[in-house]
């Protein structure tokens, strides 16, 4: 009777160590963003993959084929807020990179703030233009401020989205000195980034570094015949002025963004004092626009086969770091791929060229012939147009009627697909196309007037910025979620990009960020 006393009493303490053990907190959240990253390349290149890479996220965790971010022109910074927020532009406040001041009539970036100073930058960067909380807040918020919270990126914008308005610090990588860079907003300055800048600089070791293939030139896959004959190396030397732009577009910037993070778990104690910590990484798999060939697909493929290379470095290093049984990784795409490449006229494929000067040029003397002399239009800036509101007012005229007109009169122009005013897209939006950029517009920053250009012609712009060709780009972009309590599994229908931020916060047991209106996914 005692043996079997003692057995059930061994039986119930084992049951109750598994349970709490289940129900625990992991000490670790990696949240890891890949710019242009696509589910289709994954696949293609599965078997040039190592184990614990890109093929430990597909046989271990939650893969989600294909996230739709459901807004008209995500871009990096938009998909990046959408996934830290599960929350759309429309009320995030993060509509794109750059945004159109209507008053000094240039373009800025979105985050710019000059009370700020940079450190180790002239930039002068803050939050404030994010309206909502992201997951790092609510990690800051849940912990009273004991959880680390530290974000790095190559970009700087993109570092201080996924940093948060609450997280201790933001590095990215300068475009003028190369320096890893940081604002004054974020109060942490992890020494070790002092460190890195003054005895290991980019500077440096940039002179030494190619990017060249990393297999045989033979063995990518579906690569046309021509490129096999040019393997490409490139280099970024000390002449060229644009060497660090061109680096952080390439696939070496993922190895520098890998070592930065490896310092981090290595010298900073994160996810091993207690509270709940929280290191987020960008990566970058975007097309390569300084390329040799205008036939990226060599690079592009190479860029995925280092990246495996990176994540198998980062996931190895985290599992000696805390455990793999207490840490959690969630990755995700940012929705949208740049396909730029202009197709050869031999083709015969149906193409054209826009040109926004010309189309404000004609609008503003249409403007003219209704309503009078004047300076009717104030910019153009991402397929919108800005009236000049100010005239407008002066001029006692009716705003929606001058836009509803303006509307009507540029359908009529070669290469406008639809025009919509502000009025159509905010206020109950009918079509798809329309639904699409009322969420993807914040009203602070929109235009007057929308503008959806025929697929296959190329916008012309005329500051001399390189052309943007028009393509619908419907690609497969993934996310993954790898944790101890998560089942593998592979999800092939549509899932909105919102319902990352909130199925994270389920499994961190913590509130979703505050404009998260999504369920989050049970898994």
Known sequence: ????????????????????????????????????????????????????????????????ENVDFNISQPDLLSGTAIIFTGAYPNVNGIPGSKIFNTKKRFTDLILNDATKIGNFTSETFSPTALTV?????????????????????????????????????????????????????????????????????????????????????????DIPTHRKFYPFKYIFGRNDIDRYRAYKQSALVNEEVTSVALEYLKNLNIGKRGPVDMLNIAYTTAP?????????????????????????????????????????????????????????????????????????????????????????????????????????????????????KSCEFLRQMSGIAEAYSLDDIINNPVSDNAKKINRGTTINYAGDLFLTITPGWQIVNEDNSPSKLVRANAVNTPAFIL??????????????ASFLAPTVARILRIRSPNAASHKPISL
């Open 1 to 64: 009777m005692k043996r079997l006393l003692s057995s059930m009493l061994m039986s119930m303490v084992v049951l109750s160590a598994l349970s709490q053990s289940k129900g625990e907190r992991p000490t670790l959240v990696v949240g890891i963003v890949i710019d242009q990253l696509r589910s289709d390349y994954i696949e293609l290149l599965q078997a040039h993959f190592g184990q614990h890479g890109f093929n430990r996220l597909i046989n271990e965790g939650a893969y989600f």
């Open 133 to 221: 909380s992201t997951l790092a807040d609510e990690m800051r918020i849940n912990s009273n401020g004991l959880s680390y919270v530290y974000a790095i990126a190559p970009d700087a914008q993109q570092a201080i989205l996924m940093a948060g308005h609450a997280g201790n610090s933001a590095f990215w990588i300068n475009d003028i000195n190369g320096n890893w860079a940081s604002t004054t907003y974020y109060k942490d300055m992890p020494s070790l980034m002092q460190a890195r800048n003054y005895s290991s600089p980019l500077s440096s070791r940039l002179d030494s570094q190619s990017w060249t293939p990393s297999i045989d030139i033979n063995s990518y896959p």
């Open 288 to 404: 390569f626009e300084y390329g040799i060939d205008a036939d990226y697909r060599l690079e592009l493929q190479d860029t995925y086969i280092k990246l495996d290379a990176q994540l198998e470095r980062l996931f190895t290093a985290i599992d000696k770091s805390v455990g793999r049984e207490n840490a959690i990784i969630f990755i995700s795409s940012t929705g949208y791929f740049n396909d730029n490449r202009i197709d050869d006229q031999r083709f015969n494929v149906p193409t054209g060229e826009f040109h926004p000067a010309r189309a404000k040029s004609l609008l503003n003397m249409y403007l003219m012939a209704v309503y009078g002399n004047g300076e009717w239009i104030a910019g153009y800036d991402n397929q919108q147009i800005f009236l000049n509101r100010e005239l407008i007012k002066e001029r006692n005229k009716d705003i929606v009627e001058i836009r509803r």
């Open 483 to 496: 944790a101890p309590q998560i089942k593998a599994q592979k999800i092939t229908s549509i899932v909105d």
